[in-house]
């Protein structure tokens, strides 16, 4: 069983930045492929941004390439999402996830996922 625990939202104005951080547990963690998600009010669940296990390999969705930076430091068994530029149309509840077999942008491919932080971009 792997637990993953995300932090680092809160309130931005427009143009500012903000890092998440998502903490895994157990011994696992560098074999698996990390994925970030987001979910706004009213709407489904949409992929960010993923990473494959030794962190050469990344994957963006186009609304937020550019502006955001997945990366890995599995001495830490930590995955960071680094997000600049920031629009109100990001606004939404990011969401960690871990999977054995993943494929980068596909929720149900992830067997874990964290609990949610929220984030939030005035105008």
């Known amino acids: 069983q792997v637990q993953l625990v995300e932090s680092g939202g809160g309130l931005v104005q427009a143009g500012g930045s903000l890092r998440l951080s998502c903490a895994a547990s157990?011994?696992?963690?560098?074999?698996?492929?990390m994925g970030w998600f987001r979910q706004a009010p009213g709407k489904e669940r949409e992929f960010v941004a993923g990473?494959?296990?030794?962190?050469?390999?990344?994957y963006y969705a186009d609304s937020v390439k550019g502006r955001f930076t997945i990366s890995r430091d599995n001495a830490k068994n930590t995955v960071y999402l680094q997000m600049n530029s920031l629009k109100p149309e990001d606004t939404a509840a990011y969401y960690c996830a871990a999977g054995s077999r993943a494929t980068y942008y596909y929720d149900k491919t992830y067997d874990y996922w964290g609990q949610g932080t929220q984030v939030t971009v005035s105008s």
């Open positions: 157990g011994r696992t963690f560098s074999s698996y492929v």
């Open positions: 990473i494959n296990w030794n962190g050469i390999s990344t």
